[in-house]
Nanobody, 119 residues
Framework: QVQLVESGGGLVQAGGSLRLSCAAS????????MGWYRQAPGKQRELVAT???????NYADSVRGRFTISRDNAKNTVTLQMNSLKPEDTRVYYC?????????????WGQGTQVTVSS
């Protein structure tokens, strides 16, 4: 079974740092874009950052310069380093990967991990 498993997250004071990691596993033929999204209660899920399998990155304006996305294609992992965290970064963060598996190409999501930034 193909899945994304996230780790990291937690509680941190404003100005602090956290690191989120996500690993894809299962019968994967290839992984295209990977990324991180976040969602506040009652709000739509929003893009945080994405990275192509060639390493090209894209960031939301609200996190550019503070967050860094990276991936390890050999290990099928994607990481989000979050620095200079602000209370408004408090959200549930979701890993996303567009993967080709036996049967087709699908969008996969992790289970979500809570990030809480205290002021």
């Amino acid at each position: 079974q193909v899945q994304l498993v996230e780790s990291g997250g937690g509680l941190v004071q404003a100005g602090g740092s956290l690191r989120l990691s996500c690993a894809a596993s299962g019968r994967i033929l290839s992984i295209n874009d990977m990324g991180w999204y976040r969602q506040a209660p009652g709000k739509q899920r929003e893009l945080v950052a994405t990275i192509t399998n060639g390493g090209s990155t894209n960031y939301a304006d609200s996190v550019r310069g503070r967050f860094t996305i990276s991936r390890d294609n050999a290990k099928n992992t994607v990481t989000l380093q979050m620095n200079s965290l602000k209370p408004e970064d408090t959200r549930v963060y979701y890993c996303n990967a567009k993967m080709t598996v036996v049967g087709g190409r699908y969008d996969y999501w992790g289970q979500g991990t809570q990030v809480t930034v205290s002021s």
